[in-house]
Structure formats: structure tokens, C-alpha cells
């Protein structure tokens, strides 16, 4: 079986994620003056985000430790192809909207593809 290398630990996706949520709140409300269909997906997507960091036991653990760092890989495994398929299909969104929302879309797949969900560094 092949295996592709895991090079982010726990404690730096945790960091991402903590990072990543205010980031794309920001995001959304510079969007919203430009696009709001494409605001409201970025709004989505952060708040989406947001709640998974929020509920998993991360090294550190996040306020409300309700799953594991495994699960969360898998939520962001599954999420992002949805949010992909979703911000595909919403009309009235400009290419140069698009690409944004669509490549905020590709960072979790990325992000969770490169995870080692059995590290505790």
C-alpha cells in the first residue's frame, strides 16, 4: 500500500485551524462588498470550520473536546468535496469570486491530506 508522507502534527494543525478561522471570517467580510454569494460560502465554510476545531481533542485540545483529531481529518476529508460541489453549482458568482471560494475549498483537503492523525507532537 502506498503512503504519502504526514509531515503536520496535532498541535500545528491545531495552530492552522486557530489561525485559519479568523482568517476566513476576515475573508468573508471583504468579500461581501464584492460578492455576497460568495461571501456567504466563505462565511459558511469558517463557520464550519470553526465548530470542528472548536469540538475536537486536539493536542491542545480545543474548548469543547468532543471528537478526535482522526475524526476531524475525516469531517475535512468529506466537507471539503461538498463545499467544492456546492460553490461549483451556486450561480451569480464570478470567475474571480470563484476561484477564491473554490480554492479556500482545495486548503482542507490539502491541510488533512498532509495530517498525521497519530502523532501527538
Given at each position: 500500500?502506498?503512503?504519502?508522507?504526514?509531515?503536520?502534527?496535532?498541535?500545528?494543525?491545531?495552530?492552522?485551524?486557530?489561525?485559519?478561522?479568523?482568517?476566513?471570517?476576515?475573508?468573508?467580510?471583504?468579500?461581501?462588498?464584492?460578492?455576497?454569494?460568495?461571501?456567504?460560502?466563505?462565511?459558511?465554510?469558517?463557520?464550519?470550520?470553526?465548530?470542528?476545531?472548536?469540538?475536537?481533542?486536539?493536542?491542545?485540545?480545543?474548548?469543547?473536546?468532543?471528537?478526535?483529531f482522526r475524526t476531524h481529518i475525516r469531517i475535512g476529508l468529506v466537507g471539503a468535496p461538498v463545499?467544492?460541489?456546492?460553490?461549483?453549482?451556486?450561480?451569480?458568482?464570478?470567475?474571480?469570486?470563484r476561484r477564491v471560494v473554490l480554492g479556500l475549498g482545495l486548503l482542507?483537503?490539502?491541510?488533512?491530506?498532509?495530517?498525521?492523525?497519530?502523532?501527538?507532537?
Amino acid at each position: 500500500m502506498l503512503h504519502f508522507p504526514q509531515p503536520i502534527s496535532p498541535k500545528a494543525h491545531a495552530y492552522f485551524d486557530a489561525w485559519a478561522f479568523p482568517a476566513i471570517l476576515g475573508l468573508a467580510a471583504w468579500m461581501w462588498r464584492h460578492n455576497r454569494k460568495a461571501a456567504a460560502l466563505i462565511a459558511a465554510n469558517g463557520l464550519l470550520e470553526g465548530t470542528t476545531a472548536a469540538l475536537t481533542n486536539f493536542p491542545p485540545p480545543g474548548p469543547f473536546p468532543v471528537f478526535s483529531f482522526r475524526t476531524h481529518i475525516r469531517i475535512g476529508l468529506v466537507g471539503a468535496p461538498v463545499f467544492l460541489a456546492v460553490s461549483s453549482l451556486v450561480p451569480g458568482i464570478p470567475w474571480r469570486h470563484r476561484r477564491v471560494v473554490l480554492g479556500l475549498g482545495l486548503l482542507p483537503i490539502l491541510i488533512n491530506g498532509l495530517s498525521n492523525p497519530h502523532s501527538s507532537r
